[in-house]
DNA sequence: GCTATGACAAGGA
DNA sequence: CTCCTTGCCATAG
């Protein structure tokens, strides 16, 4: 299968959130080395198929956005709340009670340099 | 290579 | 707090 680099990377970094654990898109997009591409993130993960915990990545307002009929929001919910995340009816929540902080050993394993590594923790390891 | 699109994000009304 | 607009990035056509 031809699956892009991107692609690839946006599965790898899924598959590290452990369970009852959550994080952005824009959050993963800057874990596999792509600032600013929370969208993509979105649409790569739409493609992925059920073996990538893609219910575990959410948007930044604590809030879950999908409308995908064939990965719904109630689908997402009920898995969230199966692994200890609790979720109000207008399907909003507390993020950064649960927000994954990804060690650099991590996101090392990512292939990213170290240097942008260091920009990441910056930006989001910092309490 | 350019345009349109989308499971986003942040700021203003 | 919710709705709308603008900005970003990676694909599909």
Redesign the pocket.
């Known amino acids: 299968m031809n699956?892009?680099?991107?692609?690839q990377k946006?599965e790898q970094a899924t598959k590290i959130i452990p369970s009852g654990k959550v994080v952005?898109?824009?959050?993963?997009?800057l874990m596999i080395?792509?600032?600013?591409?929370?969208?993509?993130?979105?649409?790569?993960?739409?493609?992925?198929d059920n073996q990538t915990p893609?219910?575990r990545?959410?948007?930044?307002?604590g809030?879950?956005?999908?409308?995908?009929t064939?990965?719904t929001a109630k689908t997402?919910k009920k898995k969230l709340e199966a692994e200890g995340v609790t979720i109000d009816k207008?399907l909003?929540f507390d993020i950064e009670k649960y927000r994954f902080r990804p060690t650099p050993k991590e996101l090392k394993n990512l292939e990213l340099d170290e240097s942008y590594v260091e920009e990441v923790i910056r930006k989001y390891l910092i309490d």
């Open positions: 699956m892009s680099k991107f692609k946006v952005s898109y824009g959050q993963l997009a080395g792509a600032p600013g591409a929370a969208q993509a993130v979105g649409n790569s993960l739409h493609d992925l893609w219910w990545v959410v948007n930044n307002a809030r879950i956005s999908t409308q995908c064939t990965h997402q207008r909003t």
